[in-house]
């Protein structure tokens, strides 16, 4: 069902250079596989998958409090194993996250709005907006929001259409070169893994690489808000990877849980 | 049918502080009462009325050589007699002038357009369409056209809309204060010239105190673009000064040419 020293060197080509930090990696697998109310993952199993994932296992007992001291996962103790759940606000920050992580395409949109502060002070409304909309900041004191904005009192000018030109300088802000350097380096890495895993496995290496693949995916694609390829650049690779994820996410399917659990205590 | 001390007296006030420059003053009877193909004006009429408005009459002729050389004027010799006309571009310059200073009312409008500027670069094609548009300028790189714009490779954001949210930053910046000062002291000097004037005016006297007053509303209405009302503070005095001008011109009405010319030469 496994061909382990495959799926291990796909491991090593979805860590190299650039190993998961044990706490972020922890986050990933419990918003992968342990996102849904009662889902428990036990410290045997999260430090067998750290293991695999090329990470020392002895320091995810020290994500593990972080994590807790963080209000993210608590702990409970059933006879000598501990289990671990996310807390309602690991699984609401989990839950944020993970339409975006796993939907099939890009957003689309069919309302822009322009907003425009005061050039000559401190654009404090428009941090606020950029800060809860997927927008791009223009400049000091302009945001491009895919998408309709409600008429708020913030003192910004707001204009709404269901068109709008944008030139290539737009585009290059939105989709900043370092993020498709970033996205064509995880391209490379995914396409150099591929031929390396099976058509499918539920093993616990399978779920480790499962998860990394997620984490690498991630740690990208939250680094930009979520636009429309219409405001991105004609050569942006976010898509492609896109969709190698999500065929290699196929192949390695989300496991049972308990057939987990059993896995890592043999 | 004139009172010429009242009117002498209005004459005064429309002038204190600020008196017309002479070939400003030219430009101004031109427009207002010889702006058709064929108008004419005799050197002795505009002496007349140059020096009806306290201007020194022989500086008349200094004005209209150089305007002769602008190419605003022709003249031409009838017998002991010098008439001038507008040129060609005298007539274009005034004809696209005339709609906004004779306007009832400010202009309106149910299209909005905002253009962008690639912040970190020269602004040049804003400025170019900021020229030949009635718009604001919201800092160094956005633009407020009360109006569609066609779309044009540019390289700037475009986005029109029937509906805008206007904050009072932006109304403050279509219409400055040193403008809103201006309305107020001409709003002044015509509410003190305005008991003044008689019912209805066409001696010489009453068509230079016409022009004196055409004048000094051009000179404050064209040193701002033509804006609707809502895109203006909301203590604009520019639409009272209109209506005020709109009286005073009612009662002041456009003497016949030759009869101008018959008086002038008492």
Do not use: V
């Given at each position: 069902m496994s061909n382990a020293p495959d799926l291990t060197r796909a491991v090593a080509i979805l860590t190299e250079n650039d190993p998961p930090r044990v706490w972020s990696f922890v986050v990933t697998v419990f918003g992968d596989l342990?996102?849904?109310?009662g889902d428990a993952l036990s410290g045997r199993l999260l430090a067998r998958m750290a293991d695999v994932a090329g990470l020392r296992p002895e320091t995810v007992r020290v994500a593990l409090h972080r994590l807790r001291k963080d209000g993210w996962i608590d702990s409970h103790r059933v006879g000598r194993r501990s289990d671990y759940t996310l807390t309602a606000f690991g699984r609401a920050q989990s839950a944020a996250a993970a339409p975006r992580i796993y939907s099939d395409r890009a957003p689309e949109t069919k309302e822009w709005t322009v907003l425009l502060a005061n050039p000559s002070e401190p654009a404090a409304a428009l941090a606020e907006v950029a800060n809860r909309t997927n927008a791009v900041l223009l400049g000091d004191a302009a945001l491009l929001v895919p998408n309709s904005v409600d008429e708020i009192d913030n003192g910004l000018l707001r204009i709404c259409s269901g068109e709008v030109d944008i030139p290539d300088w737009v585009r290059a802000l939105a989709g900043p070169e370092e993020i498709k350097i970033a996205y064509r380096g995880l391209h490379g890495r995914l396409q150099r893994a591929e031929p390396l895993l099976p058509d499918r496995d539920t093993s616990l290496v399978g779920a480790t690489t499962r998860v990394l693949i997620v984490h690498s995916w991630r740690r990208v694609l939250l680094r930009h808000p979520d636009l429309p390829a219409a405001l991105l650049p004609e050569d942006w690779p976010g898509e492609q990877c896109r969709r190698v994820v999500a065929d290699l996410l196929s192949r390695l399917p989300r496991p049972v849980l308990d057939t987990l659990e059993t896995l890592a205590a043999d």
């Open positions: 342990a996102q849904r109310e």
